[in-house]
């Protein structure tokens, strides 16, 4: 299981176009809602979320993901359940996915020191010892990063390549013409 925190303010492709690509490679995945079971996105898109953050058990992810957008990656930040799963996929070598401005809550807490990472211009100053990188999207050991919306594609099959394999994004991406 992977799970997508939504918080009020998220940058709508950034999470939405991932949660597809997941989905259409076979991966299970659930949306959790952290500021209510309906999330309003950054630009007025309210979604549905599968689930709230009191009704997840940690125990069963494969990663998380955390997008990003304003107020979205603070209202993520500031939740004792984002943190929480942060710090279980961490100490556990699980996946952890964040675009534009996520990785700054990743890099507050120390987890991105000596990594390859990209975020969203101006956030940079949070990757506290990380290695940045100008790539759309990329990935070091456990932590896939990615630059903002226009990269949310790119971070979605490298999502999918993470936890199924290359030849499954590859196949994907061909059929979806993302070539």
Not at 18 to 37: A, H, Y
Not at 146 to 151: E, F, I, K, S, Y
């Amino acid at each position: 299981m992977v799970y997508v925190f939504l918080a009020d303010g998220f940058e709508e492709v950034e999470a939405l176009a991932p949660v597809d690509i997941l989905r259409r490679g076979g991966v299970e995945v659930k949306t959790v809602g952290v500021t209510s079971k309906t999330v309003c996105g950054s630009h007025g898109i309210p979604v549905v979320c599968d689930t709230e953050t009191g009704e997840i058990d940690f125990s069963d992810a494969e990663g998380i993901i955390l997008p990003g957008g304003m107020p979205g990656t603070l209202n993520l930040e500031k939740s004792e359940t984002v943190n929480a799963a942060i710090d279980f996929a961490a100490t556990r070598g699980k996946l952890i996915g964040a675009i534009c401005a996520a990785p700054s809550i990743l890099g507050k807490k120390g987890l991105l020191e000596g990594r390859n990472v990209t975020c969203f211009d101006g956030f940079e100053k949070y990757l506290y010892g990380a290695k940045l990188s100008s790539l759309p999207a990329v990935r070091d050991g456990q932590f896939i990063t990615a630059r903002g919306a226009g990269a949310a594609l790119d971070f979605g099959f490298l999502l999918l390549a993470a936890i199924k394999d290359e030849n499954t994004a590859q196949e994907l991406r061909r059929g979806m013409k993302y070539v």
